[in-house]
């Protein structure tokens, strides 16, 4: 476990992240955002409960434990995913909500030596900069678009981006600190159905609840489900555990980059010179960061 989780998992779980906004690129069209993560909840906890019972897994014995997932779930899918995947709907671009999700590996440093006395060295201070200056180069054509002087206009929805990443972040210590020893996939299913609970009343209150069964959203919704939900999330879940609460949150770093690279696969979107640089910083920056 310990050689899967140092050498392979921290790749594994960037990949199947980031695939996370080109997953709601292809959902957009068919989907009300609120809408789609109702169902993509309700379908996690389904499936991770199958899994519980077919694998045998440990389920919280007291109302505090259940209380902790509870939270968690909320933090970390509720409001994080649906903060994000609402701002997006409703005018955010996608590189100005890129560079909001690269601020957590920076928020997270700066807070965990205060919530869980985590200490931070002096080259992972240096792939956070880094990390961070490879972000803006990789984001920069976008940001420096036209879109730039439409951002008064979606204030509000960059604020409830911010407030999805911030829900991660906090999300991320709470998981360290009250969930550290819990079976992995029992507290994965409690917090799909703690965000379930709190989207769906959310989903019909503020949306008309559309959502088009075609082929391209249950293809959507199944690699949200397996792929995400399931699979992304248990890595990142691990990761958390055995590991620091800081070299973790470094690996959003590779978001914007991967899906840059997978943008450029599947829309054919191009890649200029100064974002292939800003890269390679991002690669260098989250290598020292990650460093034990």
């Known amino acids: 476990m310990t050689t899967f989780l140092t050498r392979f998992a921290p790749t594994l779980f960037a990949l199947l992240w980031s695939t996370g906004w080109i997953s709601a690129r292809f959902g957009a069209d068919h989907a009300e955002p609120l809408t789609f993560l109702s169902f993509r909840h309700a379908f996690s906890a389904i499936a991770l409960a199958a899994l519980c019972v077919l694998l045998g897994a440990r389920w919280p014995r007291t109302a505090r434990e259940v209380g902790h997932a509870f939270a968690s779930g909320l933090l970390l899918h509720a409001i994080h995913l649906g903060g994000v995947w609402w701002a997006i709907a409703h005018g955010v671009p996608a590189g100005i909500s890129g560079l909001i999700a690269a601020l957590q590996p920076i928020l997270t440093a700066l807070l965990a030596p205060a919530l869980i006395g985590e200490r931070i060295g002096r080259a992972q201070w240096i792939g956070v900069v880094l990390g961070f200056a490879g972000i803006g180069l990789v984001l920069w054509p976008k940001l420096a678009g036209p ?146």
């Open 147 to 292: 879109v730039a002087g439409d951002l008064a206009a979606v204030a509000t929805p960059i604020a409830i981006n911010a407030g999805g990443m911030l829900a991660a972040t906090l999300g991320a210590f709470y998981q360290k600190r009250f969930l550290a020893r819990s079976d992995l996939l029992s507290t994965q299913t409690l917090q799909f159905t703690s965000a379930f609970i709190f989207t769906l009343p959310v989903a019909l209150a503020v949306e008309s609840f559309r959502i088009e069964w075609n082929t391209t959203i249950v293809a959507t919704m199944a690699w949200s489900v397996l792929g995400m939900s399931i699979g992304a999330s248990c890595l990142l879940l691990l990761l958390i555990r055995h590991g620091a609460v800081s070299r973790a949150a470094a690996l959003m770093y590779l978001m914007p980059p991967l899906v840059a690279v997978e943008a450029f696969l599947l829309f054919d979107e191009r890649l200029s010179a100064a974002q292939l640089a800003g890269m390679a910083v991002t690669v260098v920056g989250v290598a020292l960061a990650t460093r034990r």
